[in-house]
């Protein structure tokens, strides 16, 4: 067939294949070329995040060692050490101020941190109204733990993502708390951005932040960020305005598997841009967000672009022309087969050429009918198939439409467990609501009929008193403040819920606390037939620093508890004082019982709310159960820890510690007792008691010769009237009341026979309750009198030369020292030249108790009863200080107030000092009442005290400066703006 094979067809068959394959092999060469080219544009992006993260990494250590240098220099600053040792707070901020500046300015520093040795912040230099809170961050449990200098960067609440150093601080070798400095990150990336000369957008996991937290940040720190933007991230640090449109649809439909490839491209119509998705990284190596670093390729795509051009130009080329050279090489083969089949045709007679085709034809038919025959199994393999085909989609329809109902139907039941939560999450906010404005309530209506008790008790502590009306009245008044300290028991309880506890740190006397205590407690355990015995160890430090509301609402539950569930015998309090081994003292409280005792099986959950030892108990002795889960919560807020131990039947000890905040050692702050002058001879100590007469043994031992310890009346007829062989004469008589009265009689008839320059000192011992005059005293022979539980140190007053000179006066002997401070704490020094204030209350005892007390101060006082009456007042007269109630009718204190502070009012005097005097005591109320526009916030019930304290600050205009009007205006403002007190 090869000699009937014409030009053209050879061309055909040759051509067109040889073409073909060079067509292929061409444009291989040019996908293989542009599949480099994109290499080297990929390797060079990888190139440049590698660059990047290196650079940025370096920036970070160059910026942490500045840090570094600064604590360095900053820890051996002599007047910042000086501050920081006398823990003067306002000197250290005012020494450390300047430095800050210069770091700002110099480093870019923008938080400077002070840290006690718990990790507690005592100063924030850039923000120094906010203290107190302990640190927990990464980098400062770090350097605790390592005891060095510890970087690193991390994310903050408010969106801040901040480089920090922590650095131990030691003052001659000893470690004394720490220091921290910090800078935004954003400082190092945006210069990174300039030397590297990309685009930098930073995206932040918002299951990392809250949304209000953020907001605040945004306006502290000025982000250019939306937080809506996206669903998952935040954009805190450059913009997505750069990103094409589809990429950002892309990117709102699945945004992490999107951000988690590590580079891409994409074009806008103009640039072509490579984008670079890079971990942020905090400290602990936990990923908080993206980088998106951009670069513009457009330069490199267009040059690759023409490259493909021209290669592809090139190829077509070398194509055309080979194409074209074949197309003449063929013809030319093609014409010599025509010459060589024009001479074979001459040959080859005609029959050859009939046999040859009918051979051809023949086989063509056989090839013809084989093709048919596997065109027809072909097709009816094709219509088994098809129906095989046709079945399965059946079924699979059919398993598509049980799938889409099983669907909706459990999307119904997601519907209605989403509605019943949304419903159970309603209530749970209404409740809590319910409960806060209840105890809200609660608290006011309580604090305000208080006011007037309390109140009226303080004023009339500071009149002329008989021994026994002081007694009285002194424990009416801490009777009335325990009653407080139990509605501030309920208030403490829902702040412990709701994590916002506190402590009021002041210097105060530890052993007058602990004394007090025990003297308001005494009524309750002698009324039960108890006795009350405090054991106070002579080195425990006097002065000390904390909160001795709290420590003293501690005491009190625990001695009130031992008293409640103890039916005979005696309750001890001790106290002692300890040292740990990192120096630090603390004092230890112990309160033991001879009560019911605690079963084993209740223990392990004393310590929670509600909880008492039986239910039987809580029907015999009452109680809510909230006193120990607050104590605990309060012993932990001051540094220390609690713990007891029980037998059943046999009683229990309650003990807890609490951190000292002192400078001096045991036994050096100053003589705790009063010096007796010189020793006594011979001394008696009578008292059923055992306990009472061993710790008295021990106290007195150092200051009698001779001391005897008596348990009964009989005993002590006998030693003192001689009754026994070698019985001498006694220099000092301790005997208590309970010895009964027969004993008291015989002792007294004893003394009086006595010539009165021989009588020895006799000191009668009885309840607190009890209270004698000095002409009662006088006619039994006895010199005064103490109440029990009996204070060593008013023991050896009485028996001090001082004491013993005025043994027979009107001295207030039988009274607790807490009432003789209450009437000697100089609050009828007047304050001022006469200076005029304006009382506003709508409550009439409230309006008296205030009259008297700025009587007392040598204040002139006018009322008004409301609001708006008080607004007239204003109108037509000035005054140097207003004391506003917030709650009354027609107009309360926020709105009276508002408008005083508003210029365009006919209010006199815009700037007049305001101070709340109210009965809402909650959380926030204070914060209230300054953010109205109030200069100082008292709480009722006032004492005579704090109301002066008051008072003197806001006439020396020592209290907090009230926002302008306009500033006024804005509810929104953030916390930090509240004005604070100077």
């Known amino acids: 067939m090869i000699f009937k094979t014409t030009a053209p067809e050879l061309r055909k068959v040759v051509l067109f294949p040889l073409v073909a394959i060079l067509v292929l092999l061409l444009s291989g060469t040019l996908w293989g070329i542009n599949h480099v080219t994109q290499s080297g544009l990929d390797h060079e992006l990888e190139d440049e995040l590698a660059k990047f993260e290196v650079m940025f990494q370096t920036e970070l250590g160059h910026e942490s060692e500045a840090l570094h240098i600064s604590l360095e220099f900053l820890q051996d600053v002599p007047c910042i050490r000086e501050a920081w040792l006398a823990r003067d707070r306002e000197l250290l901020l005012q020494r450390s101020e300047p430095i800050f500046e210069y770091l700002k300015n110099d480093i870019e520093v923008t938080h400077f941190y002070f840290m006690d040795l718990d990790r507690v912040c ?3 230099v850039h923000s120094p109204f906010r203290a107190g809170d302990t640190i927990n961050r990464y980098t400062m449990l770090q350097a605790e733990a390592a005891g060095a200098g510890s970087w690193g960067i991390e994310l903050g609440p408010l969106g801040a993502f901040t480089l920090r150093f922590v650095q131990p601080w030691r003052i001659d070798g000893q470690l004394v708390g720490y220091l921290e400095l910090g800078k935004e990150i954003h400082n190092v990336t945006a210069g990174l ?17 809250t949304k209000e937290g953020w907001l605040s940040g945004k306006e502290a720190f000025n982000f250019e960020g939306q937080w809506d933007q996206l669903s998952e991230f935040v954009v805190v640090e450059g913009s ?21 490839v590590s580079k891409f491209q994409f074009s806008d119509g103009q640039r072509t841009i490579a984008v670079g998705s890079l971990p942020m990284l905090d400290v602990g190596g936990t990923e908080v967000g993206r980088h998106l670093a951009q670069w513009d390729i457009t330069e490199s795509v267009e040059a690759r672009e023409r490259t493909m051009v021209l290669l592809t130009v090139a190829i077509i080329f070398i194509g055309g022309l080979m194409s074209l050279l074949f197309w003449f090489y063929l013809g030319r083969i093609q014409s010599d087969m025509k010459e060589a089949q024009v001479e074979l045709r001459s040959t080859i007679s005609r029959q050859e050429k009939a046999a040859r085709q009918l051979l051809e034809n023949e086989q063509r038919l056989m090839k013809a009918m084989g093709e048919k025959n596997q065109a027809e199994k072909r097709l009816n393999r094709q219509i088994d198939d098809l129906a095989e085909a046709r079945q399965a989609t059946l079924n699979m329809m059919e398993d598509a439409d049980q799938a889409r109902q099983s669907v909706e139907n459990s999307n119904r039941e997601l519907a209605k467990a989403m509605a019943e939560t949304e419903r159970l999450r309603q209530e749970a906010v209404d409740a809590n609501r319910a409960k806060s404005e209840f105890l809200a309530n609660m608290s006011h209506e309580i604090r305000t009929p208080m006011n ?18 002081s007694d009285f009245l002194s424990v009416i008044t801490t009777s009335g403040e325990s009653l407080m300290m139990i509605i501030n028991d309920i208030l403490d309880f829902s702040k412990i819920e709701a994590g916002k506890m506190d402590l009021d740190v002041i210097e105060f006397n530890l052993w007058d606390t602990v004394e007090g205590v025990c003297d308001t407690m005494a009524m309750s355990a002698q009324g039960k037939g108890l006795d009350l015995i405090t054991r106070i160890q002579p080195d425990v430090t006097e002065q000390s620093k904390g909160d001795p509301g709290r420590l003293r609402q501690v005491l009190i539950n625990l001695i009130g508890n031992a008293i409640k569930f103890t039916v005979s015998g005696e309750i001890r309090v001790s106290v002692s004082q300890t040292r740990d081994e990192r120096g630090q003292w603390f004092a230890r409280f112990s309160i033991e019982d001879t009560g019911v005792g605690i079963p084993v099986d209740r223990q392990d959950h004393l310590f929670e709310a509600f909880i008492q030892a039986d239910s039987s108990v809580n029907r015999s002795f009452g109680g809510t159960g909230l006193g120990l889960t607050i104590s605990r919560k309060l012993v932990k807020l001051m540094g220390g820890e609690i713990g007891f131990e029980s037998e059943l039947g046999q009683g229990t000890e309650f003990w807890f510690t609490v951190q000292l905040d002192t400078n001096s050692e045991p036994g050096e702050a100053r003589e705790r007792t ?4 010189k020793r006594i001879p011979r001394a008696m100590v009578a008292t ?13 031992s150092d200051l009698v010769d001779d001391l005897s310890l008596v348990d009964s009346g009989s005993r002590v007829l006998d030693l003192v009237t001689g009754a026994e062989s070698g019985a001498t004469s006694f220099d000092l008589l301790l005997i208590d009341q309970n010895l009964g009265q027969v004993a008291i009689d015989g002792i007294s008839t004893w003394l009086l026979g006595q010539p009165e320059d021989q009588r020895p000192q006799a000191i009668l011992l009885v309840p607190v309750s ?7 005293l006088q006619e039994s022979g006895f010199a005064s009198y103490l109440t029990d539980p009996l204070q060593v140190r008013s023991l050896l007053k009485k028996i001090s030369p001082e004491g013993n000179g005025q043994r027979n006066q009107d001295d207030n002997s039988g009274a607790s020292e807490a009432s003789i401070q209450g009437k000697s704490d100089g609050l009828k020094t007047p304050v001022g030249d006469r200076p005029e204030i304006l009382l506003v209350d709508d409550n009439l005892v409230n309006r008296k108790v205030g009259q008297g007390m700025l009587k007392k101060l040598g204040c002139i006082s006018t009322v008004a009863i409301n609001g708006l009456d008080a607004i007239m007042v204003l109108e037509n007269r000035e005054f140097d200080v207003v004391l506003m109630d917030v709650m009354m009718p027609d107009m309360d204190g926020y709105e009276a107030t508002m408008i005083i502070r508003d210029p365009s009012t006919r209010v006199i005097d815009h700037e007049v000092p305001i101070i709340a005097m109210t009965a809402n005591a909650m959380d926030g109320d204070r914060e209230k009442c300054l953010g109205c526009g109030m200069n100082d916030y008292l709480a009722k019930p006032a004492t005579l005290a704090k109301l002066k304290t008051s008072l003197v600050a806001a006439l020396a205009g020592e ?21 604070t007190i100077g």
């Not at 007037?452 to 009306?469: K, P, W």
């Not at 009890?770 to 009662?776: A, I, K, M, Y």
């Open 959 to 979: 209290v907090a400066s009230c926002r302008s009007f306009a500033e006024l205006q804005h509810p929104n403002a953030s916390a930090e703006e509240v004005p």
């Open 770 to 776: 009890v209270g004698l005059e000095p002409r009662v």
């Open 193 to 209: 951005q300039q030397i590297m000369g990309i685009e930098l957008t930073s995206l932040l996991d918002k299951d990392k932040l």
């Open 452 to 469: 007037g008790v309390l109140g009226m008790a303080d004023l009339l502590l500071t009149t002329e008193l008989t021994s026994q009306q």
């Open 674 to 677: 009063p010096q007796v002058g």
């Open 688 to 700: 059923a008691n055992a306990t009472q007469r061993e710790w008295l043994g021990e106290r007195l």
């Open 240 to 260: 997505l305005k750069g990103f094409s449109s589809q990429w950002l649809e892309k990117l709102k439909q699945n945004e992490r598997e999107v951000l988690g």
């Open 122 to 124: 005592y100063l924030r």
